[in-house]
């Protein structure tokens, strides 16, 4: 009888036991597998957020390159047009004044061909720059430039006030020309900056981004081992479980026989 009490008691207790385990690890599987799925929808979140934040910064950049080649481009235009206005500004300055027919005819020529050239080229630029009667001296210049290299002294004498005007108009030229170089460089520099602050930004995002994915990837990881685990535990404590309640019954059957029949 003790023998029997001893093992029935012992099995209940296990039998108890097992299937108390086998409800806990039960709602951990549950906990688990919520947690696992929780995970695998906020990292799937997070790589669309960091997808979308190197988007941003790559059309950033592309848009970036385009305006530095658009700004490269004016930047040598605009400087090459201002330096060509200089070497005509500074070929009028020698001669201004009285000694206009000593200038070169070539020399004359080619302020000529320089202010038709930056007239043409700059059209927008020079919109509302050029008054117009200073449109029509650079018209009649611009026709005739070897007329003002006719011997007569009375041409000489009305030509005076004319190469005072076309100097002037070349100065004009050339300090719209330095005006709108300097307001290009400083936006320039402006936007440089700003896509600068931008990429900063994206790229502390996406870092922050990848190290949270990272970190709930490494999460999910010991989620599923747990998981898995858990359920092998089940496996097990029901096998233990099952083997332990037949062991119980066999025990039951066995101590309700007579104590000689036991014996045989």
Not at 8 to 21: F, H, P, Q, V, W
Request: charged share 30%.
């Amino acid at each position: 009888a003790c023998w029997c009490e001893t093992n029935d008691k012992e099995k209940t207790k296990a039998i108890a036991d097992a299937e108390s385990r086998i409800s806990q690890l039960t709602t951990q599987i549950e906990e688990l597998t919520a947690n696992s799925a929780r995970l695998n929808s906020e990292i799937k979140n997070l790589e669309k957020e960091v997808a979308g934040n190197q988007a941003a910064l790559d059309q950033a950049t592309s848009i970036r390159k385009k305006q530095l080649a658009a700004f490269n481009s004016e930047e040598k235009d605009l400087l090459e047009s201002i330096s060509a206005l200089k070497a005509a500004v500074t070929v009028l300055s020698k001669h201004h004044g009285g000694a206009l027919l000593q200038m070169p005819r070539s020399h004359v020529l080619g302020v000529a061909a320089t202010l038709q050239h930056e007239m043409e080229k700059h059209a927008s630029l020079l919109q509302g720059v050029l008054t117009p009667s200073e449109k029509r001296v650079v018209s009649t210049f611009i026709q005739a430039p070897a007329d003002y290299f006719d011997a007569s002294p009375t041409f000489k004498q009305s030509y005076a006030p004319q190469s005072g005007e076309i100097f002037g108009i070349l100065k004009q030229m050339q300090e719209t020309f330095e005006s709108d170089l300097s307001a290009s460089q400083k936006e320039e520099l402006a936007n440089q900056k700003a896509y600068e602050d931008l990429k900063a930004a994206k790229e502390a995002q996406i870092s922050a981004g990848q190290d949270q994915i990272d970190a709930k990837t490494q999460e999910l990881a010991d989620t599923d081992l747990g998981a898995a685990q858990a359920k092998q535990d089940v496996e097990d404590t029901k096998a233990s479980l099952s083997a332990d309640e037949q062991f119980l019954m066999m025990l039951k059957e066995k101590c309700q026989m007579p104590h000689k029949e036991r014996e045989e």
